[in-house]
């Protein structure tokens, strides 16, 4: 039995390293995918103001975007979760605890993307700025003389004369600069692809992964006294005496094949299900179960109550990657300093959204979600009142971190939130993902038709009636919660 106990904690401290080791390669592919993505996207607004956007190109491809990208999201929250519930088995947490962490950190390397992908979008465009233009001495209010700052700011309406007079300030002087920031985004995604694709497990190693530790927690807890054993325990312990020795080499122990053959361990632990489910089982089936799933988790009144929140993330991303980034950034300083605004969005954003990932239960969920609301009204507020002046810099610089600053906040427990009221994980994940892209795609649209002053005030009602419909969600949630936990107790006395 000593030697069982020796032998789990052996084997379980060797897993939780290589479970963290490959969490963390796959922090970095999605670290290296997004700092490329985000190098380019920053920039869509600006150098793309002409003709409303240029409508007629970048709608069609931000269609094809949508489409080719839409697996991407709902399959990074699953891969949190599963990391999650692999290290959870492990270790003496609850599953919720370690699945917020690790959606914390998610979100911390998807902001720190923002951070390194806009700094080189900053020094290419930068760079290339001076070498055409070092006759220009002031550096902080880009071409002062050339500029209408009457129409920055919450007045900017994108009218296309007005544009067309500051057009300098929206697009790179030099053409060569964005074509070697792209080279380097393909790069990077190239790399990305080659991390995730040979060094991450799949979905069927997750499961064998915790079977096996199942395996080494039943074993490690096996009686002395074979009299009092179960039947299936003392099948399982010759199993395990055929396949290892426990005294010899632990590496060969914790091999993934070391502790039991995967057909026989099944079936010792009673998880054993048709051989051929996964094989004769069509694709329509599939399919359809799957749409049977999300229509039953989209069809409860707790998702119902979190869809203006979780659209109103969506909302909020696309008003500080336009019009952030159009109206206060480049109309004010110059496209060139997209990037280093971005990257400060990026470093609050990420820095929170660590933050919320560490500490974010000790705080609770109502009291996080009310502080950033309270940040985000401040940010409006403060957008609409916003004028160019002696500070304009600083003040950007200032914008720009509290808008990450609230964003690092509501981004994570949002997400964190679907997860945590939904029975099916994977159909959390796929309907919070459809509603962050509609809700872009809102804030996207939108920029084109109105003002900048009436895309705040809309943002505003989302914010606050999401924030009330939020509150009376998580009631239904708590109660819901307590009222299975009673009757858990009941049919156990």
């Known amino acids: 039995m000593r030697d069982a106990k020796v032998s789990y904690a052996l084997c379980a401290k060797k897993e939780l390293r290589e479970t963290l080791r490959s969490f ?13 993505f985000v190098a380019i996207f920053n920039l869509q607004s600006s150098i793309n103001i002409e003709n409303g956007l240029a409508y007629y190109t970048l709608l069609p491809a931000g269609i094809l975007m949508t489409v080719l990208q839409s697996p991407q999201f709902p ?9 999650a519930k692999q290290v959870a088995n492990l270790g003496k947490k609850s599953e919720d605890v370690y ?8 979100f911390t390397a998807f902001q720190a993307s923002q951070v390194f992908g806009n700094i080189l979008s900053y020094v290419i465009l930068y760079g290339f700025d001076q070498s055409e233009n070092a006759n220009y001495s002031n550096m902080s209010l880009g071409n002062i003389s050339e500029v209408d700052y009457s129409i920055c700011g919450s007045a900017d309406c994108q009218n296309e004369t007005i544009v067309s007079e500051n057009i300098l300030n929206y697009k790179p002087v030099n053409k060569i600069s964005l074509y070697v920031l792209i080279s380097i985004a393909l790069l990077l995604e190239l790399t990305a692809t080659l991390v995730h694709a040979f060094l991450l497990p799949n979905e069927d190693d997750f499961k064998n992964k915790s079977l096996q530790i199942s395996q080494w927690k039943i074993k490690e ?9 179960d039947e299936n325990v003392i099948m399982g312990e010759k199993i395990m005496e055929k396949k290892d020795d426990i005294n010899g080499d632990m590496d060969k122990i914790c091999e993934t094949k070391s502790c039991i053959d995967h057909e026989e361990e099944t079936a010792f632990l009673g998880l054993t299900e048709k051989k051929t489910e996964s094989t004769t089982t069509g694709i329509c089936d599939v399919a359809v179960n799957t749409a049977q799933s999300l229509i039953k988790h989209v069809a409860d009144k707790t998702f119902l109550l979190l869809i203006p929140i979780t659209l ?9 990657f336009s019009e952030l980034t159009r109206a206060y950034t480049s109309c004010s300083l110059g496209v060139q300093w ?7 969005y990026g470093l609050s954003d990420a820095v929170l959204s660590w933050m919320v990932g560490k500490y974010g239960r000790k705080f609770g969920r109502i009291q996080c979600y009310l502080f950033a609301l309270i940040i985000e009204c401040g940010n409006y507020i403060y957008c609409i009142f916003w004028t160019v002046g002696s500070h304009t810099l600083i003040s950007i610089f200032a914008l720009f971190f509290m808008f990450g600053f609230s964003d690092g906040i509501f981004q994570t427990i949002i997400n964190v939130t679907h997860l945590d009221f939904a029975e099916d994980k994977k159909s959390a994940s796929s309907a919070w993902n459809v509603l962050i892209v509609i809700g872009n795609a809102l804030g996207f649209i939108t920029s ?27 009631i239904i949630h708590r109660n819901r919660k307590k009222m299975n936990s009673d009757e858990l107790e009941m049919q156990i006395k």
Do not use: Q, W
């Not at 109103?312 to 500080?320: E, P, R, T, W």
């Open 75 to 83: 399959s990074l929250s699953l891969m949190n979760t599963l990391y």
């Open 99 to 106: 699945i917020i962490s690790f959606s914390g950190y998610f």
């Open 448 to 474: 084109t038709v109105f003002c900048v002053k009436t895309r705040i005030y809309i943002n505003l009602g989302f914010l606050i009636v999401g924030f009330v419909l939020l509150v009376i969600s998580d």
């Open 221 to 229: 807890t096996s009686p002395i006294d074979g009299s009092h054993e």
């Open 24 to 36: 963390a390669f796959y922090l970095i592919g999605v670290f290296l995918f997004l700092s490329a």
């Open 338 to 344: 997209v990037g280093i605004c971005m990257a400060i």
């Open 312 to 320: 109103y993330n969506g909302l909020s991303m696309a008003f500080v």
